[in-house]
């Protein structure tokens, strides 16, 4: 019920954007859009990515240097939400349940992996806001965060962009059928590109 609900909801606001996407307050949609769900908003900014794109395709790449820019900037909004609320409630809680030693030890194994966790939620269809609000909450390195958030939404919004310029509507209907799965192998590519290297 909840998917098929989730499923209609992107549906309708991909075919508003669809719309839209000629108009000249499209990018400003655009830019928002890629803010807000980078802390809570639920749609991602594909969905007004891609026909925005196809309607402009000689500013392809400018819409994803748009796109990733405004995510990024929404990205430390998030974090300061996850920080607010690890000052304001989230510690104070913990410590009453006296559970903030084990909070602690998810801070230390955060703060180990938070780069790949970043880079990784921001790549993949994994909703990037939780990753952003949970840094803030742990307070993972600024810099670290910044740099995970501005690689791995660029490498996603600009991929996007590069395959639509070059295939036009055919990749638009595949990229919309598979961009899930086609992020997820990019991703155990690259890791395990990393890995081959390491090893060698």
Not at 36 to 58: T, Y
Not at 149 to 165: D, E, N, P, Q, V
Request: proline content about 4%; some cysteine; overall charge positive.
């Amino acid at each position: 019920m909840l998917k098929n609900a989730y499923n209609k909801l992107i549906k309708s606001m991909y075919n508003w954007a669809m719309t839209i996407s000629a108009k000249s307050n499209a990018v400003w949609a655009l830019v928002i859009i890629s803010f807000i769900e980078s802390s809570f908003f639920p749609i991602p900014p594909d969905i007004f990515l891609i026909p925005l794109i196809l309607a402009q395709r000689q500013k392809a790449f400018q819409l994803a240097l748009y796109c990733t820019v405004a995510s990024v900037l929404g990205g430390f909004l998030g974090y300061g939400i996850g920080f607010a609320l690890d000052e304001i409630a989230l510690t104070p809680l913990l410590t009453d349940w006296h559970l903030i030693d084990a909070f602690n030890r998810f801070k230390d194994w955060y703060h180990q992996f938070g780069a790949w966790i970043v880079f990784i939620a921001g790549l993949t269809p994994f909703p990037y806001k939780v990753v952003t609000i949970a840094s803030g909450a742990v307070e993972l390195n600024l810099f670290v965060f910044a740099i995970a958030s501005i690689i791995s939404r660029g490498m996603r919004f600009f991929l996007i962009a590069w395959l639509l310029y070059k295939w036009g509507k055919p990749m638009k209907d595949y990229i919309e059928k598979n961009l899930g799965w086609l992020s997820v192998l990019f991703v155990i590519l690259l890791i395990g590109s990393f890995l081959l290297i390491k090893f060698i």
